[in-house]
């Protein structure tokens, strides 16, 4: 038996000398540095690493028939012009650009809109899929 045991426990050691059974915390950054495991994703505007739970303006899904409810985070560039969307659904962030429309600012990309009339909403093809 105590052989057994001996023998079994240099098989551990000899894995943990070649990595297999070696773990190893932050290992997944990504490009940017940024450890997903952690919370962190990287911010285009800011140039930084952030969490996305932890930013000021948080929007919430609006589909009910959802097994989850997933959460969206807006962060504005400095002058106000940029809007950075962090969506659940999209590998990195999303830049929209204000527009003026009658006086009511609306930030755009491709087929994304976020306004901020009775709080912030955020379409997908003329679709409100987030809400504050």
């Keep these: 038996m105590k052989r057994k045991l001996l023998v079994f426990c240099s098989f551990l050691l000899l894995l943990s000398k070649i990595g297999y059974a070696q773990v190893i915390t ?17 911010s285009q505007l ?6 996305v739970f932890e ?13 989850y409810k997933a959460i969206a985070a807006v962060i504005f560039s400095a002058d106000n012009r940029k809007a950075e969307v ?17 006086g009511k600012y609306i930030w755009k990309k491709g087929k994304f ?3 901020n009339q009775n709080g912030y ?7 409100l899929i987030y809400s504050s």
């Design 26 to 42: 932050g290992a997944d950054r990504d490009k940017h540095g940024c450890i997903g495991s952690a919370g962190y994703t990287y």
């Design 86 to 102: 962090f969506l659940a659904s999209y590998p990195e962030s999303l830049i929209l650009i204000r527009t003026l429309k009658k």
């Design 121 to 127: 909403k955020l379409k997908e093809a003329k679709k």
């Design 55 to 67: 930013q000021k303006i948080k929007l919430h899904q609006v589909d009910s028939t959802a097994n």
């Design 113 to 115: 809109e976020l306004s």
């Design 46 to 51: 800011k140039k930084d690493c952030i969490r």
